[in-house]
């Protein structure tokens, strides 16, 4: 304050001062003059230098409830919705899924389609109707034990943590499903598609479709299974089940092939058991989406 | 620093960084500290007569003033807001260390013989200067008044608004005040008068042969 | 009074093997902290996974606001943080990741959980090294503090946490409870504990439930009034202190040997003061026999609570 400011500021006082029901027409400014200049004494309160910085340190330090709600709101920012709903599904459920296991997944299937063009190429007799043998044989066991690994978390470790997220049990179970399902089906595919174009159309057992088929249908199945087992029992139950199941399949083709789901010899094409390997996985899905919806009570039943 | 050096200008900018603020930004936060930082460690300092003590409760109030900001109504300024959790930090303070010294020291607190055993315990903190001295004669709640209505310059309702008191108890709080301080100060003086008489008549009377 | 934030309604539970879990809990809460207390077994981790919409209830509703929380669930997550009391996090992720993987179930903007993750990361004290850890390699206050950094992620206008200070230490169980006062500001916290010290230190409500029943919803000054009356402490002899183990309505709080056959002991008793029942003749059990009443603290008025059900709710309280 300027001594201009502080000759103001004693006259207002003063004149509040003035109004002093108990000394009506009170003492004069002149009056209050040292009692003023007295105070004045105090007009200077320098806090030490570095105490306010400090504070205003200390508090940005701090969490601000609801600063990221505003910042987000400033920002317009909404959920998705509908196909891109299911995308961010999807793509939220890929941070399940450590190296290793895009890694091995690609291994086998890598390996069992350079086996099958080993078999193929050495002329080595196949089942008709059985192309691509190797394939048929590995990416069942890759799936199912795929969507056990997927499922690995659901009803333990990080569960709770997830499941008290704004996303369903039933989307993140079909988001990590279709992970595998799709990854799966995605190496096969061009594993398939390399073996049959190096192989070359004559040296093909068969159409490149139903070289396709043959493996599609027992991967949905096989996914399938596991998909059902690890939601009804749990991750590990689904991996022997489905281990058990396929090492039947195997020894199966082994001895009684005609018994055998994997393959069906003397039926080439689309047609059989992959349509009825496909619409059993769609009932063990559908089954398995049911139970996924019931997660919520199998927290408590862990519990109890 | 002067404690009223932010004018009008700067206080308009409080609801922009009250706002900002609550999306996280730090350095609006920040400006909110520095901008009130002074006129609210002056007020505590007038208010408790202890540099150290206001230096806490300082912070104290900014920490309230963090964690109200949510809640802040934008109808009532931030000054005021201020200047009514220092007030309210340092009569917590005054409680609480109060009723810790009657209860670990009865003796020493002296409630039995003294009008007011708050002030009394409060007496002891003040430092040996004349405004400082002065304002120790008044209650905490005359103190804040006054403190407000000289120091602060906010006016009589400005005052009722922050302390949260009728405009009349604050316009009889002011004129007690000032009253006593002027009795107080025309006291001192007429000590001062007639110590210096006596220490005159005393040199005299060593200088007789 | 504002409108509370949270409302339960006659809230019950039954597992499928019968027990049952939580009986007509029904409570309303504002903004602040509430401390969910009780022995083992009372349901509070039951009320809290409820809350954290992992677990549906047999019976009952809770409410948000106007929002009915088990009719919209996705939209009553979206505002709300858990942290588990077994929380474990996926041991081959990387800490970092497992926070982006949270934020992204919680729907936050891809462009914005990189930021995100540092800003709750470095509240809750993991630096960079840390969050490159794989999280089976962290400690286990690093792992809470992932639980708790990865709940506070959305910003939640609900924090529940179970447990929340078990097995950190005293500096890291200080730190924490500070944390979670000023995170309640204008929100809720709900955080149940075994240590009454905590809630004395940082709850605005107690939730004191037992046998899956709400015996009280109250702030903690109120919650020790209750004992006032019914807490003695003193000096007695061994065979006064066989006696007060023995009778019904008192529970020994502390008991410290002095030597010489006397004991030194606190207790709390749903006894009225003045009371001989059961007593030595002519020495009631209050002023006069070597115990005088005590101003109660939490934690008698905890074991006093626990003392008044198991009486049936007799006594003077």
């Known amino acids: 304050m300027s001594g201009r400011e502080w000759r103001v500021n004693w006259e207002a006082v003063a004149a509040d001062l003035a109004e002093d029901p108990a000394r009506p027409g009170g003492p004069s400014l002149d009056a209050w003059v040292p009692v003023f200049a007295a105070l004045e004494e105090l007009r200077e309160c320098e806090p030490p230098a570095d105490a306010c910085e400090s504070t205003a340190a200390w508090l940005a330090g701090l969490p601000m409830p609801g600063a990221f709600r505003r910042r987000m709101a400033e920002l317009g920012v909404s959920r998705p919705r509908g196909f891109w709903s299911a995308l961010a599904v999807i793509r939220s459920q890929t941070s399940v899924f450590s190296l290793a296991f895009w890694a091995v997944a690609a291994s086998v299937i890598t390996l069992a389609s350079v086996g099958g063009y080993g078999v193929l190429t050495a002329g080595v007799p196949v089942p008709a109707g059985a192309p691509s043998l190797p394939l048929t044989l590995v990416a069942p066991l890759v799936g199912s034990v795929g969507v056990a690994y997927a499922l690995r978390s659901f009803g333990r470790g990080p569960w709770e943590v997830e499941l008290s997220c704004p996303i369903t049990p039933v989307g993140m179970a079909l988001g990590r499903l279709f992970i595998v399902f799709a990854y799966t089906a995605g190496l096969a595919s061009v594993a398939s598609g390399a073996v049959w174009l190096g192989i070359g159309p004559s040296g093909s057992p068969g159409p490149f479709l139903a070289t396709v088929f043959a493996w599609l249908g027992p991967l949905a199945l096989w996914s399938a299974l596991a998909f059902y087992f690890s939601l009804r029992f749990s991750p590990a139950t689904a991996t022997a089940v489905s281990l058990g199941f396929w090492a039947v399949e195997v020894a199966l083709l082994a001895w009684r092939p005609a018994a055998s789901l994997l393959v069906v010899p003397g039926r080439p094409g689309p047609a059989g058991a992959p349509t009825v390997s496909l619409g059993a996985a769609v009932l063990l899905a559908l089954l398995a989406v049911r139970e996924a919806g019931r997660s919520a009570e199998r927290v408590g039943r862990s519990a109890a | 620093m002067a404690a009223n050096a932010v004018g009008s200008g700067a206080r308009d900018l409080d609801p922009v960084d009250i706002a900002r603020a609550l999306t996280g930004d730090k350095d609006a936060l920040a400006n909110l500290v520095r901008r009130h930082w002074g006129r609210v460690f002056g007020f505590l300092v007038r208010l408790s007569g202890d540099y150290h003590l206001a230096q806490d409760l300082t912070q104290e109030t900014f920490y309230r003033m963090w964690r109200a900001l949510p809640q802040m109504q934008p109808t009532t300024p931030l000054t005021v807001w201020l200047y009514r959790t220092a007030h309210n930090a340092f009569v917590d303070h005054s409680r609480s260390w109060y009723n810790r010294r009657v209860v670990l020291d009865a003796v020493e607190c002296e409630s039995g013989r003294d009008p007011d055993p708050v002030l009394s315990l409060v007496e002891r903190r003040f430092e040996r200067n004349r405004a400082l001295d002065l304002l120790a004669g008044l209650s905490p709640e005359h103190r804040a008044v006054l403190t407000l209505r000289f120091y602060e310059d906010l006016s009589v309702e400005e005052i009722a608004e922050t302390l949260e008191v009728p405009v009349g108890t604050v316009k009889s709080r002011l004129h007690y005040a000032f009253r006593r301080l002027r009795e107080r100060l025309l006291a001192q003086e007429t000590d001062l008068r007639s110590s210096a008489r006596m220490r005159r008549r005393v040199t005299a009377e060593e200088a007789k042969p | ?317």
Request: charged share 20%; with cysteine.
């Open chain 3, 1 to 317: 009074m504002t409108a509370p934030l949270l409302r339960v309604s006659y809230l019950s539970h039954v597992f499928p093997g019968g027990k049952v879990a939580l009986r007509d809990v029904d409570f309303e809460l504002g903004s602040g902290v509430a401390v969910v207390v009780g022995p083992n077994g009372a349901g509070k981790t039951t009320l809290l996974r409820i809350l954290a919409g992992v677990l549906r209830p047999t019976r009952g509703e809770v409410y948000w606001g106007a929002l009915p929380v088990l009719a919209s669930p996705v939209a009553y997550r979206d505002l709300l943080g858990y942290l588990p009391q077994d929380f474990s996090p996926y041991p081959e992720m990387r800490a970092r990741v497992f926070l982006a993987y949270v934020a992204r179930l919680k729907g936050l903007p891809p462009t914005l959980i990189a930021a995100r993750v540092s800003e709750v990361a470095g509240l809750m004290g993991l630096d960079e090294t840390t969050l490159d850890r794989e999280c089976r390699h962290l400690s286990h206050g690093e792992t809470r503090r992932l639980g708790l950094a990865a709940a506070l992620l959305n910003d939640p206008l609900l924090l529940l946490l179970d447990e929340p200070t078990s097995g950190l230490d005293p500096e890291g169980r200080a730190e924490l409870l500070g944390l979670v006062t000023d995170l309640a500001a204008g929100n809720l916290v709900i955080l149940s504990t075994h240590l009454l010290s905590d809630a004395e230190r940082i709850g605005d409500h107690i939730l004191f439930l037992e046998s899956g029943r709400l015996v009280l919803c109250e702030a903690p000054s109120a919650f020790v009034a209750g004992a006032r009356g019914h807490v003695f402490e003193g000096t007695v002899t061994a065979d006064e202190l066989a006696f007060l183990e023995r009778a019904p309505g008192v529970a020994l709080v502390a008991r410290v040997p002095l030597g010489a056959g006397r004991f030194r002991v606190r207790l709390v008793s749903t006894l009225p003061v003045g009371c001989s029942t059961g007593w030595p003749p002519g020495r009631p059990l209050s002023l006069g026999t070597g115990l005088v009443l005590a101003e109660p603290g939490m934690e008698d008025a905890y074991v006093y609570r626990r003392l008044r059900s198991a009486s049936g709710g007799a006594g003077t309280g």
